[in-house]
């Protein structure tokens, strides 16, 4: 059974620029959520996509979004990036929303 | 709003030397808390799910308990290898979000 995969690991951006993180969902599930973790906190709930549709919002600003595939996979997109965005952005997937949730390894975001 | 506090920040003990780390929460209505073990720079790795005041799970050197406004972790006879940042999250009967408290480091020397 493969795990939640995350593409790419590592980035560096440049203050102003967009980027795109991808995430590759677990076999069999249909519910993707992502997350931002700063160094040292807990991370941060983003939005999570449940069947294609958005299933919930954290408290980010409307420059974070997303989508989800019909194969369930997904992306973030970021843009105008801040320095303050640098971050380790974790994608996890579950069987539904109710259920455990499984993270991927994390893209570390540098934004210069 | 939901809210989860982890305490101690960072705790250090000998090999072998038994331990409990603690999760408060406050939340409307708990559909579950969980517990994950994150590694430097990886993605937090699920450990348990707990859905009611007086459910304990265990796995290995591990057991987690939950009362209604807390839970433990606690370790016996942890190892070297059980270092770690062990994170705590609750969500609500009505949520979507895992809300994450700020993790307990936990390390273990020889």
């Known amino acids: ?112 | 709003e939901d809210q989860v506090t982890q305490s101690p920040e960072a705790l250090r003990l000998q090999e072998g030397e038994s331990s409990s780390l603690n999760c408060s929460y406050t939340v409307s209505g708990l559909r579950g808390l969980f517990w994950y073990r994150q590694d430097p720079g990886k993605g937090p790795e699920f450990l348990f799910t707990l859905y009611s005041a007086g459910e304990e799970k265990e796995k290995e050197r591990l057991k987690a308990t939950l009362t209604k406004k807390e839970s433990f972790l606690h370790i016996t006879a942890p190892k070297p290898e059980d270092s770690a940042t062990y994170l705590c999250a609750v969500k609500e009967t009505s949520g979507s979000r895992l809300t994450f408290g700020e993790g307990t480091q936990l390390t273990v020397n020889p």
């Not at chain 1, 969902?25 to 709930?45: D, E, I, K, M």
């Open chain 1, 1 to 112: 059974e493969t795990g939640v995969t995350q593409s790419p690991t590592h980035l560096i951006k440049t203050r102003g620029q967009q980027v795109t993180l991808r995430c590759s969902s677990q076999s069999g599930h249909n519910t993707v959520s992502w997350y931002q973790q700063a160094l040292g906190q807990g991370p941060q709930f983003i939005f999570q996509y449940y069947r294609e549709e958005e299933n919930g919002r954290g408290n980010f600003p409307p420059r974070f979004s997303g989508l989800q595939f019909p194969n369930y996979s997904s992306e973030l997109n970021v843009n105008a990036l801040e320095l303050d965005d640098s971050a380790l952005y974790l994608c996890a997937s579950s069987r539904d929303p109710k259920t455990e949730a499984f993270f991927g390894q994390g893209t570390r975001l540098t934004v210069v």
